[in-house]
């Protein structure tokens, strides 16, 4: 399972792949959940762009995610 609760928190395990030509969840793969994103994965700037698209679907602020752990 790609998601899981803890308190109030939702986590989620996923592969993102960098560069593609939209922001888009592709869907569940494996034990992940696939993301595109457009930007390049240099200074951060698919980090800071998964957080914009993620705060926009989970119709949330930014501040509200935060990345646990990966590639940054």
């Keep these: 399972m790609y998601y899981r609760w803890e308190q109030d928190a939702l986590y989620l395990d996923c592969s993102i792949q960098p560069k593609s030509n939209e922001d888009r969840i592709v869907g569940a793969v494996g034990e992940s959940l696939r993301i595109r ?6 200074e951060g700037k698919t980090n800071r762009q ?7 679907k989970f119709h949330t602020k930014q501040t509200a995610i935060t990345i646990v752990n990966g590639q940054t």
């Design 50 to 56: 998964l957080i914009r698209f993620m705060a926009k």
């Design 37 to 42: 994103i457009c930007a390049a994965p240099t």
